[in-house]
C-alpha cells in the first residue's frame, strides 16, 4: 500500500458533462462505476475477481462484508463510495458525486491521499488496521437530469 494524490479529474456526469467524479449504478445495480476511471467494479457480485489472486476464501469473505460500505476498484486499487446525489434519474440510473479517500492513519501515521493498494487482498487485510477520512468530491444538482430536485 503506497499514498497517492487526490485526483484533480474523475468521470464526468454523462447529462451535463461536469467533472464530478460521477459514480453510478449501472445495469440495475448490479455493479458500481469507479468515480475515477469508470472501471464497472464487480466486487459487490463477482468475487471470481479475487479467486484469481487469491484461493483463500476467508480473504474474499472478509472484503464481501465491506461492499455493504465501500467499493473496490480493481483498475485503480483504491477504494470509493457514493456521495451525494448529483442527478436523479430513477430507479438505478442516478448519478452521484464519487466519495473518496482524502487522508488516512495506519498504525499511527498519517498520510495525506489514497491508498493505493497491490491487490483487493491487501486492501482486505489492512482495512480493519486503518482509520479513513472520506472526502465527498462535490454538491449540485445536474441541470439535465431526468427529474429535478
Known amino acids: 500500500m503506497k499514498p497517492i494524490p487526490f485526483p484533480s479529474k ?7 458533462g461536469k467533472n464530478i467524479f460521477a459514480f453510478t449504478t449501472p445495469n440495475g445495480a448490479d455493479w458500481t462505476t469507479c468515480p475515477i476511471c469508470g472501471y464497472n467494479c464487480l466486487c459487490c457480485h463477482g468475487s471470481y475477481h479475487i479467486s484469481n489472486e487469491s484461493n483463500e476464501s476467508n480473504e474474499r469473505d472478509e472484503f464481501n462484508k465491506l461492499d455493504l460500505e465501500y467499493h473496490y476498484c480493481f483498475e485503480c486499487n483504491i477504494l470509493y463510495t457514493e456521495g451525494r446525489i448529483h442527478a436523479e434519474n430513477g430507479c438505478t440510473d442516478s448519478i452521484y458525486w464519487g466519495k473518496l479517500i482524502e487522508s488516512y492513519t495506519y498504525k499511527d501515521i498519517t498520510y495525506e491521499g489514497m ?6 487482498s491487501e486492501c482486505a487485510k489492512l482495512l480493519s488496521q486503518m482509520q479513513l477520512n472520506w472526502q465527498c468530491t462535490g454538491f449540485g444538482d445536474c441541470s439535465n437530469a431526468y427529474y429535478k430536485q
Open 10 to 16: 474523475g468521470q464526468i456526469c454523462d447529462r451535463c
Open 115 to 120: 491508498p493505493q493498494f497491490e491487490s483487493i
